[in-house]
């Protein structure tokens, strides 16, 4: 069995007590924290910056996994990186020079992924996909939390699935957007093997349920033990 990775997207926490919910997230078995940045002009939400990365940076020891969607990328990329993140993905519509950013990237000592939206085609990984550490299927349109999941991404993450293992190298294949209890299972048969949830953990059980997230990660964790 792959060793699965299970990454809530803070974009569904509640604000107003950001620090507590991520604690809450990681203490019930979450392995990474999605980290959704937007820009209101690549897509048209706002979010979060570096300033909040590095305010929770020292409550957890998990991976930070910032998904950038803002353009252009590099300006903010030196930001995020000594801000505390482990990974920083972007899309490639968002950068002028795809390979120049990779390096910008793992040049500072943080992990590089690419973002491919719906109907982005996997072309773009063509010449790079060697120099990445991630790639990130993307299986809603970025900019929300909570929309429903778009089934052809599962034969994308097929297809990446064969040209990652082509590589032999340890290429991380994560999928964003729409991921539940319910079909979490049959995206891990296409061939992811780190789960992006927002809506699916942070809206579970009653708020005042304090075993809400463990329960839901558990049965996440449960659906891959059946894959
Ligand atoms: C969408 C973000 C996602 C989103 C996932 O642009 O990149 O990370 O928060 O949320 P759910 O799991 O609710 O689809
Ligand atoms: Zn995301």
Do not use: W
Request: proline share 5%.
């Amino acid at each position: 069995m792959p060793n699965y990775r299970i990454a809530p997207s803070i974009l569904s926490a509640n604000f107003a007590k950001l620090g507590e919910e991520i604690t809450a997230v990681v203490d019930s078995g979450a392995d990474i924290i999605h980290f959704d940045v937007m820009d209101n002009h690549y897509v048209p939400n706002l979010t979060i910056g570096p300033l909040v990365c590095e305010a929770i940076r020292p409550l957890t020891k998990a991976i930070i996994d910032v998904h950038l969607m803002v353009e252009p990328v590099d300006r903010i990329i030196p930001d995020f990186i000594r801000a505390g993140a482990n990974i920083i993905s972007f899309h490639p519509e968002a950068s002028r020079h795809i390979d120049r950013t990779i390096g910008l990237i793992q040049e500072m000592g943080c992990k590089a992924g690419l973002v491919f939206n719906p109907a982005t085609p996997l072309y773009y990984l063509d010449h790079v996909l060697d120099k990445l550490d991630l790639v990130l299927i993307m299986s809603v349109n970025p900019g929300f939390g909570g929309q429903k999941f778009i089934l052809e991404a599962l034969n994308k993450i097929r297809a990446v699935r064969k040209l990652i293992d082509a590589t032999g190298k340890d290429i991380l294949l994560e999928v964003d957007g729409g991921v539940k209890v319910d079909n979490i299972a049959e995206i891990a048969r296409a061939g992811a093997d780190t789960f992006v949830a927002g809506s699916a953990i942070y809206s579970a059980g009653k708020d005042n349920d304090l075993n809400r997230y463990n329960t839901v990660i558990a049965a996440l964790r449960s659906e891959l033990a059946k894959v």
